[in-house]
T-cell receptor, first 112, second 113 residues
Framework: KQEVTQIPAALSVPEGENLVLNCSFT??????LQWFRQDPGKGLTSLLL?????REQTSGRLNASLDKSSGRSTLYIAASQPGDSATYLC???????????FGTGTRLLVSP | NAGVTQTPKFQVLKTGQSMTLQCAQD?????MSWYRQDPGMGLRLIHY???????DQGEVPNGYNVSRSTTEDFPLRLLSAAPSQTSVYFC????????????FGQGTRLTVV
């Protein structure tokens, strides 16, 4: 059974710092990995999608990497801003299934 | 482009009542699914569908029913609400193409008293 873990559970940083969020998964037979952002009381917004054949994806100040063999992904946020404050969720889709398995998220607070 | 639309946004039910959570998508996606989100447990899959007329159970299906009569709609029915079903419910859709990026609705916050 696929299990997804996100570390740390919470993170508080001053504005301007570069930071890394971690995601690990137990079964390397994944189809893709997706990073989401969730604001309090809101839905999930897709940030980056990495296919199993890819090593990384970039969007603006965000960069996500994938090491399938070791079961790890990282989300790098450059020059953090207060508007980045949210919960970040990692989810994997196993091969052969159209279902996502989620981690419990990292709650990020960026202080001005 | 509305994406994935869920109604209602909030609902309070009494134990034993039934209700249907609505989900509609306008992206012609084949795949649709329902998740519930509980504190400390992340999102867990309730039911999913790979196309009209096809549904299957996810990780936590007990107490819920689904049907998929059209590509656009995927309603979730609570048969007899229980306090353990107090949660935030999210509907998602994705395409067989587009590398199966998942799109989520804004959620329905359900409280069962």
């Amino acid at each position: 059974k696929q299990e997804v873990t996100q570390i740390p559970a919470a993170l508080s940083v001053p504005e301007g710092e570069n930071l890394v969020l971690n995601c690990s998964f137990t079964d390397s037979a994944i189809y893709n990995l997706q990073w989401f952002r969730q604001d309090p009381g809101k839905g999930l917004t897709s940030l980056l999608l990495i296919q199993s054949s890819q090593r990384e994806q970039t969007s603006g100040r965000l960069n996500a990497s994938l090491d399938k063999s070791s079961g790890r992904s990282t989300l790098y946020i450059a020059a953090s801003q207060p508007g980045d404050s949210a919960t970040y969720l990692c989810a994997v889709m196993n091969t052969g299934f159209q279902k996502l398995v989620f981690g419990t998220g990292t709650r990020l607070l960026v202080s001005p | 482009n509305a994406g994935v639309t869920q109604t209602p946004k909030f609902q309070v039910l009494k134990t034993g009542q039934s209700m249907t959570l609505q989900c509609a998508q306008d992206m012609n996606h084949e795949y649709m699914s329902w998740y519930r989100q509980d504190p400390g447990m992340g999102l867990r899959l309730i039911h999913y569908s790979v196309g009209a007329g096809i549904t299957d159970q996810g990780e936590v299906p007990n107490g819920y029913n689904v049907s998929r009569s059209t590509t656009e709609d995927f309603p979730l029915r609570l048969l007899s609400a229980a306090p353990s079903q107090t949660s935030v419910y999210f509907c998602a859709s994705s395409s067989r193409q587009d590398h199966t990026e998942a799109f989520f609705g804004q959620g329905t916050r359900l409280t069962v008293v």
